[in-house]
C-alpha cells in the first residue's frame, strides 16, 4: 500500500447521509427562523462542528446553549434517518481489504459523539478503526486542520504517509493543510464540483481506483 494510514471523515463518506442532516436542519431552520437552503447548507454547513455553526446561527451563545441546540438537531436527525440507515456502497469490504492490508484506520469527524456512537454503534463499524477524533475533541472545526492531526498522531504516523477520504471542501482543505493525501467522495458535491480541490475522486468505495492507494 502507497499509504500506512486511511482516515474517513464519516458523514458522507462512511454514510452517504447528508439528505437526512440537510432535512433535520431545514425543520430546525424553521423552528428558529433563520435562512437556509441547500446552496447555503452544502457551501457553509458542511465539515463544520455543531458549535461552530450555532456560533454563526445565533451569535456569541453559552456552551449550555450549544449543547442544547445540539442536542435537539442531532434527535431530528436520528429519528429520520434511524429506519434508512447502512454504510455507504462498498465500504465494508473496503475495511475489510484495509485491514488483511494491516493498515491503520481512523475516524476523524466533525460530528457530535451522540452522532457517532450512533452510525458506528448501530452499523457495527467501531471495531474496524484504530483511532477516533469527533467534533467533542477538536478546539477549531475543519477547515482548520486539528482533526486530521490528531488522527494521525493517534495512529503514531506522520500526516505525509496518511490519506483522508472526504466529501466536504472544508474537509479536503483540513486534510491537505495537515500535510495528508486527499481523495474526494462525491456526494455531498459533484465530481465536477470538487475537482478545483482534489485530483481523486470516487463516487463510493466501489471504484477499483481505492484498492490502488
Avoid at 111 to 119: E, G, L, Q, R, S
Amino acid at each position: 500500500m502507497k499509504h500506512k494510514g486511511f482516515i474517513f471523515d464519516m458523514d458522507g463518506v462512511v454514510v452517504d447521509n447528508h439528505k437526512f442532516h440537510f432535512k433535520a436542519w431545514m425543520e430546525f431552520s424553521k423552528k428558529y427562523n433563520f435562512p437556509l437552503d441547500a446552496k447555503i447548507y452544502r457551501d457553509t454547513y458542511n465539515g463544520k462542528t455543531n458549535a461552530d455553526l450555532f456560533r454563526m446561527i445565533f451569535g456569541d451563545i453559552s456552551s449550555e446553549e450549544i449543547q442544547n441546540y445540539g442536542s435537539e438537531k442531532e434527535h431530528l436527525y436520528q429519528t429520520l434517518y434511524k429506519e434508512e440507515m447502512k454504510p455507504h456502497l462498498g465500504i465494508l469490504e473496503y475495511f475489510q481489504f484495509l485491514k488483511s492490508k494491516d493498515v491503520k484506520l481512523a475516524l476523524g469527524t466533525s460530528a457530535p459523539t451522540m452522532n457517532v456512537n450512533f452510525t458506528l454503534d448501530n452499523l457495527q463499524l467501531r471495531s474496524y478503526f484504530d483511532v477516533i477524533i469527533d467534533g467533542s475533541m477538536v478546539s477549531q472545526g475543519k477547515p482548520h486542520p486539528e482533526v486530521y492531526e490528531l488522527c494521525a498522531k493517534g495512529l503514531y504516523l506522520n500526516p505525509k504517509d496518511c490519506i483522508v477520504f472526504e466529501d466536504s471542501i472544508a474537509g479536503l482543505q483540513s486534510g491537505k493543510a495537515a500535510g495528508c493525501s486527499i481523495l474526494g467522495v462525491a456526494t455531498s458535491h459533484t465530481k465536477e464540483e470538487l475537482k478545483s480541490h482534489v485530483d481523486q475522486i470516487i463516487s463510493d468505495f466501489t471504484d477499483p481506483l481505492v484498492f490502488t492507494l
